[in-house]
């Protein structure tokens, strides 16, 4: 039984790895799977939650567009899946969906009803992040699985391959924060927009450029940088420490020459992440927020009621704010990184971070008079007239719409 377990593992992973691949190889930027109980697998692609077909001789494989979707609730479709016309892009049964959480978590039954299990999962091509969760239901302690409910899944793709600062059309100036030697980078933006690769693109950086010992606290780790010349320790979230905290306050006696930050999201990982920043190591810390100013706002937040002292303290130990969002590409087919930067490189800018003049950061952002600051808008204009994304898309992802638009009349 054990034997044959294992053999459904593989071939439900193996499943996962040929969608993929396929998408991959078709150039569609897949970010994310979603695997649900008796539902067709969707994919969030640049044009958006799209159901993924396959057909079985491997030559025809394509993405649904969302007014096709009906066509899975007819008998005719039905009756394909069971014949065996549509491949490994169809539904998964309960009992599929059982082994992939045992695959993903051995004790996911009793965890899965404290809260959705999120696990790592490495493959042939490359690492993933699975977030296992149970739906349509009710709490029942007399169920088997204790939920009353649907099993599924959500799958974060990471590619297994080093990705260069220079691909990311990361702006100059906060590429030479990462020069110094020592201060902290902030990245933030949503869930999904790629701070995980950016992160990893400036360590690169420096396992290319540096002799040392480069430490990661993740969690999970999300993708494995190769040494090059450094060492690199990646450390992971519960598996290897119990807090992430506690990680960085660990690695001070580890040598580093950097550290990773998987997420700043409470005060003891700000309180570690700035101490860390301020005792001569390059820090690269990931912040969820909706925009530069915003996570230093956030940052600071964490240390409700010494607001005044700590903002002066990060003013000093601050290199970099990165924000970023993805935009579709002008063809629909991936993702283009965009990027909001504040560069500490002056002493006015440190000042206002220290002083907590958001209003005043924030016009000078706006005005791009400042080479060191350059506002999303600024960089979304610039995506537009290099062809990468269509003018339609910048707006819907600009958070300032009528200045966009007055931008792209001009």
């Known amino acids: 039984m054990a034997e044959k377990n294992m053999t459904l593992q593989l071939d439900l992973i193996g499943r996962i790895n040929r969608i993929v691949e396929t998408n991959s190889k078709n150039g569609v930027g897949l970010k994310d ?13 640049p ?18 567009n969302e007014d096709e979707t009906d066509q899975y609730e007819n008998e005719n479709r039905r009756r394909k899946y069971k014949t065996g016309e549509i491949d490994y892009f169809e539904p998964w049964g309960k009992d599929e969906m059982k082994i992939l959480f045992d695959s993903i978590d051995k004790n996911w039954e009793k965890n899965i009803t404290e809260k ?3 696990r790592p999962l490495a493959t042939n091509i490359g690492r993933m992040r699975v977030n296992l969760f ?8 007399e169920n088997e699985i204790g939920i009353n409910g649907k099993l599924g899944a959500c799958i974060r793709v990471f590619p297994d391959i080093s990705v260069k600062l220079q691909d990311l059309n ?3 100036s906060a590429i030479e924060a990462i020069t110094s030697k020592n201060g902290m980078i902030l990245l933030t933006g949503g869930t999904g927009v790629g701070k995980s690769t950016t992160a990893s693109a400036f360590l690169q950086y420096l396992n290319e450029t540096r002799s040392g010992h480069i430490i990661t606290i993740e969690n999970p780790i999300e993708m494995i940088i190769k040494e090059d010349k ?19 306050q660990d690695s001070m006696r580890q040598f580093p020459e950097a550290l990773l930050i998987g997420e700043i999201r409470d005060w003891d990982s700000a309180d570690a992440a700035m101490f860390a920043g301020e005792s001569g190591h390059i820090v690269v810390g990931t912040v969820h927020s909706n925009s530069a100013i915003g996570c230093l706002s956030k940052m600071l937040s964490f240390f409700h009621g010494s607001e005044t002292t700590r903002a002066e303290s990060l003013s000093q130990c601050l290199l970099a704010v990165i924000a970023q969002i993805l935009v579709p590409s002008v063809d629909n087919k991936t993702w283009i990184p965009i990027y909001e930067t504040i560069a500490l490189t ?3 800018i440190k000042d206002m971070i220290a002083l ?4 005043e950061l924030q016009k000078i952002l706006k005005e791009g008079t400042n080479n060191s600051l350059i506002c999303m808008n600024q960089s979304l204009l610039k995506a537009v007239k290099e062809k990468l994304i269509s003018s339609e898309m910048a707006i819907k992802y600009s958070t300032d719409k009528s200045d966009l638009k007055k931008l792209l009349s001009e």
């Not at 799977?33 to 692609?45: A, D, K, Q, V």
């Not at 907590?356 to 209003?359: A, F, L, N, S, T």
Request: some cysteine; hydrophobic content about 30%.
């Open 33 to 45: 799977i979603l695997i649900r109980e008796g539902e067709p697998i969707s994919g969030n692609t």
């Open 47 to 64: 044009l958006g939650m799209k159901y993924m077909i396959g057909s079985r001789n491997n030559s025809e494989r394509r993405i649904n």
């Open 116 to 118: 959705a299990i999120d």
């Open 134 to 141: 149970t739906y349509n239901g009710e709490y029942s302690v």
């Open 170 to 172: 990361i702006p100059a």
């Open 230 to 248: 450094c060492r690199i320790s990646q450390r992971e979230v519960p598996s290897n420490i119990k807090v992430m905290a506690q990680g960085v």
């Open 346 to 348: 002056d002493q006015n």
């Open 356 to 359: 907590r003049k958001w209003g």
